[in-house]
């Protein structure tokens, strides 16, 4: 009975605060949008079909326009940008403007409550942890040091998927080996060039990273509706995350004891900071595998699976790396970190792969830190601010066929506005730090996969479907 009470009072709590919301909103101009419904706002209109949520909001700009306002519940409005003009003011022209962060409550849990480099506002101490992190982890003479280690990575790579392939006819499934490649690339810049695999460190922090990207999907429906926080089973929730954030710790911790005399590395710079606690340590850090991994990963695997529907493209890739010896290359031959920067049509595909199945189709979501406008529209301070980077990379107007696989599209010198339309990494000040090494790292990996292997799928008898949110196929080479 107690239990039925809570629930009660919770619809009741979370009934006045969408009430008061509203009201307060009223009073607002916001730009045109979707017709809501009291309570669930817009979310009746962006699970059509099981249709993704990016998908379908680039198909709404086209009715209401390229900066139209929707409503994630009937709480809080927030304006999608759809268009790289918008974009670009919201990056870059009045970045200021539009710097702060509006995240799920719950995402607290796994980021030292919003103190990591990818969370917190701008101001002092992101501007130190980013200077941190460029000083340390991306400088030149730290990545020159590890070439041969991120080189030796990729031909262990290799030497995997053919004893897998030997022992299952062919049949490889490569996604958790490039996963845990790049967390083998993450572990050494992040804890210095002797990090080593020990206690199933990369096995361990995959399984937690796994987790976190699980959870956070719950932690948006509790962000929709405030409410549920205090609602008994959604507790539940709550009990998960805490758990998670001690697992994550436990898995972290010992490596930062283990290599705290490491130099050249993130882990050198943030321990150097007198006051920045144990917590914001462990959680910059796992920060570092959580955006690294499945970014370069999944992008990976995307190449591989637009290759595959591709024939001619992945021949002429082939072809690529082949000429790049005038003997020809043979299959066991590494393609080096220094040969990729020559690989003009590689680096043109792993772009068109970035263009077509973005990192985060929905960037990381900005919030107004002070009353504004946006192309001419008034935007209150605390407005959910998001970029639809998918409905950016889709543009028709800008990208010719952009339903189409064409790496083409990219040999030749972009315009202003491709330029402004690519934007997979964000750009402006919060632009990805760590984008020249993950496209670097993809661009290494795809060459030396396609040099290495001819691939296509059997996984029950038919093609990748490219309309997914994560591949999960057998390949065959």
Known sequence: MEGI???ILSILVGALMILCKSWFTKTMELPPGPRKLPVIGNLHQLNKGGELVHVTLAKMAQQHGKIMTVWFGGQQPSIVVSHHDAAWEVLVTKASDFSSRTLPYMSKFSSADWYTLATCNLGPFWQNLRKGLQTTTLNPHTFSAQVHLQEKDISNLILDLKEEASLNGGIVKPMIPLRRTTI??????????????KDGFVENIDTVMEETIRLSGHARL????????????????????????RKIEETIRPYIRRYKSSTNCFLQFLLSQEDYSEEVVIFNLFEQFLLSTDSTSNTTSWALAYLIHNEKIQEKVYEEVQELTRSGRSREEMVTIEEVSKL?????????????????????????????????MKVRKGTPVMVNIYAVHYDPTVWVEPERFMPERFLSKPDVAMERSLIVFGAGRRICAGMDLAKLQVALTLANLVNSFRWSCVSEGQLPDLHKRVLEYDYYY
């Open 5 to 7: 009470q809570w629930i």
């Open 184 to 197: 083998q690339l993450i572990g050494r810049f992040c804890f210095g060039a002797e990090f080593e695999d």
């Open 222 to 245: 509790v962000d929709v509706f405030e409410f549920t926080r205090y609602i008994p089973g959604f507790r539940l929730l709550f009990k998960e995350a805490y758990e998670l954030k």
């Open 344 to 376: 003009k049509y590689v680096n043109a595909a792993v772009k068109e792969v970035l263009r077509m199945k973005p990192i985060a189709p929905l960037a990381v979501p900005h919030q107004a830190v002070c009353d504004s406008n946006l192309m001419g």
